[in-house]
């Protein structure tokens, strides 16, 4: 017994120290706190305010727009007193949550949550030298020190990742092949290949720990796809290819990429933006040899010049150079970062592209620069790009643009005259009157086929070319390994893709069609998903009951019940949280509730009521239903 006593408090004891390690508040905390606390200065708002996590604690830093700088930072939360201290800021006397939530992304949360240290320039050696002398490192913490090395190899390179040490960055061209020397390659492969280290052990260790982009695993195959993209801007494509493994991402993620890039006619353009569209799709080029014609555009780099000029000089596998009308002195090094337009809400007339862009190489009078980093300004918001005999016209909301999105309007309209150009999803707003659904991407038309009235995403849809990827060539292994995150945004962008061209086939009255597509979603879609879709079921199934096809529509509401007697059994049993969740809980702050939240009950409820008006919902399916709604609105009426 005594002994027994004895390995109890050893325990305690053991995970006391472990947890004093970790003592500093939440990121939520932090923020919440100093926008309830303090107000910001007059002409300040939350994104002139900067977090600081250091091992003295938090700090807070202002913009300045005077020195065009950040203040010295203030000590917020001081880590030996666990204390709170006085700030030169104005005094707030109650949340300002507009502020606080423009901190609180999961982007931001991750970062301060997972991070022993971050916001500031050489947190990635901090965090390194704390992390590399420990043992038994946990699951946070090997993440944290993989998220080190990998920002440590990007800062070597270029600015575009945050808090960069310039002294530290190599001395390259915007442009040019081989600028690694053999020392500056080494150095950078140093950092690449710890960063994948730290992921493949966690990979290996705990498969599901969730990060922005999925699970680790995921984002470990990621990792190689950076690093294989940087060694082809920087060095060339042969070592590129080299440094690539065999086996990345799962069948499920290669079936995706090669569904989209299906979707492009020959020689395409396609913009993408996130990592989990963008690297897939790399991948699936250069290793698996499939669709090398398409260029892939992340409009997230269009702001990384080095990037462009690689996309304007380089042969990247089987598909040219692309077209740019602006020339590189015109955006080199920090001209252009944002372009600043006027408004003109009562003047119809458009800005020629064309003309516009020559107008900014020559630094022509018509167009105001500043003079320190020559940034742009046009006369009014609304643009226009030339296709032929048809003109795309487009209106900001916005009173200015970025670099990247002045390039990929450039990329528009100096290559769609030559080169078919895709959007992967909404990567552009601004051109969604003139997208044309094409398999699962969006292609760039002045004249989209098959109009969709209310749709704030597509403009019509090219039924032909849709039906053939949807149905005759779709793709589909099921997903094998756990990456939940991963798989849920490409099935809902699946079912999307689905959806829209059902509801065209039914629209036009083609009952053939229509209860073709419906076969070929409920055959490969997971049953037990339907609930994170219900919302899309519940509009897709009065489809196939208004065609009379009975056997598609009991299917799809089916699913979703028994979808949803499982979310009913599990908010009645109150099942303890497994470890995926409660590190959701710590990294993103997601709150893991047994319990259903009122919005969920009102939802389900709402999701529930639309089925069960569909009369031609079968008597044993409509009581099931009926059972279901009385439970949330039982359960709803305790709130």
């Not at 260029?295 to 990384?304: F, K, Y």
């Not at 990567?427 to 004249?447: C, D, Q, R």
């Not at 099942?575 to 047994?594: H, R």
């Not at 009521?609 to 709604?629: A, F, G, M, Q, W």
Request: aromatic share 14%; with cysteine.
């Amino acid at each position: 017994m005594i002994k027994k006593s004895i390995l109890l408090l050893c325990f305690i004891f053991c995970v006391s120290c472990k947890s004093a390690q970790h003592k500093f508040p939440s990121y939520k905390n932090i923020v919440n706190t100093f926008f309830t606390d303090y107000d910001l200065p007059n002409g300040q708002d939350a994104s002139d305010i900067r977090f600081i996590k250091k091992k003295e604690g938090y700090y807070i830093q202002e913009y300045n727009y005077d020195s065009e700088g950040y203040k010295e930072p203030e000590l917020f939360w001081d880590a030996p007193t666990n204390k709170y201290q006085v700030l030169s800021f104005p005094k707030g006397k109650v949340l300002n949550t507009e502020y606080a939530n423009y901190h609180l992304t999961y982007f931001y949360k991750e970062r301060f949550n997972v991070l022993p240290y971050y916001g500031y320039v050489g947190w990635t050696k901090d965090v390194i030298a704390f992390l590399e002398q420990k043992k038994d490192l946990t699951d946070l913490e090997y993440y944290a020190l993989g998220r080190a090395y990998s920002a440590s190899a990007s800062h070597l390179l270029n600015n575009s990742y945050e808090f960069g040490n310039p002294k530290n960055q190599f001395n390259f061209l915007e442009s040019g092949k081989n600028q690694f020397t053999k020392e500056q390659l080494k150095k950078y492969m140093y950092y690449v290949e710890k960063s994948i280290e730290s992921f493949t052990i966690l990979c290996q260790k705990n498969p599901d720990y969730p990060t922005v982009v999925g699970n680790i695993c995921n984002k470990l195959d990621n990792e190689y796809v950076t690093a294989y993209l940087n060694l082809s801007i920087y060095q060339n494509q042969a070592e590129a290819l080299a440094f690539l493994p065999e086996d990345l991402y799962t069948d499920f993620v290669m079936d995706y990429a090669k569904n989209y890039l299906n979707s492009l006619e020959p020689n395409a353009i396609l913009f993408t933006t996130g990592d989990n569209d963008t690297f897939p799709f790399m991948y699936a080029q250069a290793k698996l040899k499939h669709r090398q014609d398409v260029a892939i555009v992340n409009t997230s780099l269009l702001n990384q010049n080095s990037y462009v000029n690689h996309l304007r000089d380089d042969m990247v596998l089987a598909s040219p150079p692309i077209k740019f009308a602006l020339k590189p002195d015109a955006y080199a090094k920090e001209n252009l970062s944002y372009i600043v337009l006027g408004s003109n809400k009562n003047d119809d007339k458009y800005l020629d592209l064309k003309s516009t862009l020559q107008l900014i190489n020559e630094k022509d009078s018509s167009v105001v620069y500043k003079a320190a980093k020559e940034n742009a300004k046009l006369s009014t918001n609304k643009i226009a790009i030339a296709i032929n005999q048809d003109t795309l016209k487009l209106t900001y909301k916005t009173n200015y643009i970025v670099k990247g999105e002045l390039l990929a309007l450039d990329i528009i309209a100096s290559n769609i005259k030559t080169r078919p150009v895709y959007c992967k999803f909404n990567e552009l707003p601004v051109v969604s009157n003139y997208l044309e659904k094409s398999g699962f991407a969006y292609k760039i038309t002045a004249n989209p086929k098959n109009k969709i009235e209310n749709d704030k995403y597509v403009a019509g849809i090219d039924t032909d070319k849709t039906y053939a990827v949807l149905v005759d060539n779709f793709q589909y292994h099921k997903n094998t390994k756990n990456s939940s995150k991963t798989e849920l945004s490409v099935l809902i962008s699946y079912a999307s893709s689905y959806e829209t061209l059902i509801n065209h086939y039914k629209k036009v009255g083609d009952i053939k069609k229509c209860k073709e597509v419906l076969d070929a979603f409920t055959n490969f879609y997971p049953k037990d998903l339907y609930a994170d879709i219900s919302f899309m079921i519940s509009s897709m199934a009065k489809n196939p009951y208004a065609i009379k096809d009975f056997k598609n529509g009991d299917l799809m509401v089916e699913n979703l019940i028994e979808n949803l007697e499982r979310i009913k059994r599990n908010n009645k049993e109150s099942t303890t949280s497994d470890k995926t969740a409660a590190l959701k809980k710590l990294i993103f702050g997601d709150e893991v509730n047994d319990k259903l939240s009122e919005n969920e009950l009102e939802f389900y409820s709402y999701i529930i009521t639309d089925i069960s008006n569909i009369e031609e919902v079968n008597t044993n399916l409509t009581s099931r239903l009926h059972t279901l709604k009385n439970y949330f609105v039982e359960q709803l009426s305790q709130f």
